[in-house]
T-cell receptor, first 114, second 113 residues
């Protein structure tokens, strides 16, 4: 069974540009989560999508947005890139949000903003 | 109150030694405490988790110790091996909900041969 897949693996952008990151969850998983992993800051929650709807977002500015498609894949969009957006962006999926559910992470997209 | 504080930031242990990573939380409503392991170039993967109805959970060489009164929990890796070298994240949530996990800042563990 394929795990969570993310693309691209690496990306280099300049300040002010826009970027789109993609995520395909494990087959059968309806919930997709996006996290930002910046150096020394751990995993910061960005967005949660379930059944095509945004269910929750973390403490990030509106230039971070995304969507979930009918096949449950997801995109994360970041507009007006800033230097501090340089980080590993991780996507995770789960089949639900209940007590016994687990998060499965992809390998991430490493974004460098110059 | 939503933070999970993790220490140390980095740790070097000799092969065969015990690795200990600590986490502390403030929110007494947290009732699910997982640990994730992340190898370079990979995403984090669930390693072991505990709920506050027990004070310890062991899976192989990995043990979580939980102190509810102190609001602390720790990961112990017995007989540490070079293959355990990775970044470890603690996390906490209410009701075991995956959509409400709060992660610590991570500990980079290096096990020297």
């Amino acid at each position: 069974e394929a795990g969570v897949t993310q693309s691209p693996t690496h990306l280099i952008k300049t300040r002010g540009q826009q970027v789109t990151l993609r995520c395909s969850p494990i087959s059968g998983h309806t919930s997709v989560y996006w996290y930002q992993q910046a150096l020394g800051l751990g995993l910061q929650f960005l967005l949660w999508y379930d059944e095509g709807e945004e269910r929750n977002r973390g403490n990030f500015p509106p230039r971070f947005s995304g969507r979930q498609f009918p096949n449950y894949s997801s995109e994360l969009n970041v507009n007006a890139l800033e230097l501090e957006d340089s980080a590993l962006y991780l996507c995770a999926s789960s089949s639900g949000t209940g007590v016994n559910e687990k998060l499965f992470f992809g390998s991430g997209t490493q974004l460098s903003v110059l | 109150q939503q933070q999970v504080k993790q220490s140390p930031q980095s740790l070097i242990v000799q092969k065969g030694g015990i690795s200990i990573i600590n986490c502390a939380y403030e929110n007494t409503a947290f009732d699910y405490f997982p640990w994730y392991q992340q190898f370079p170039g990979k995403g984090p993967a669930l390693l072991i988790a505990i709920r506050p109805d027990v004070s310890e959970k062991k899976e192989g060489r990995f043990t979580i110790s939980f102190n509810k009164s102190a609001k602390q929990f720790s990961l112990h890796i017995m007989d540490s091996q070079p293959g355990d070298s990775a970044t470890y994240f603690c996390a906490a949530s209410r009701g075991g909900a995956t959509n409400k996990l709060i992660f610590g800042t991570g500990t980079l563990l290096a096990v020297q041969p």
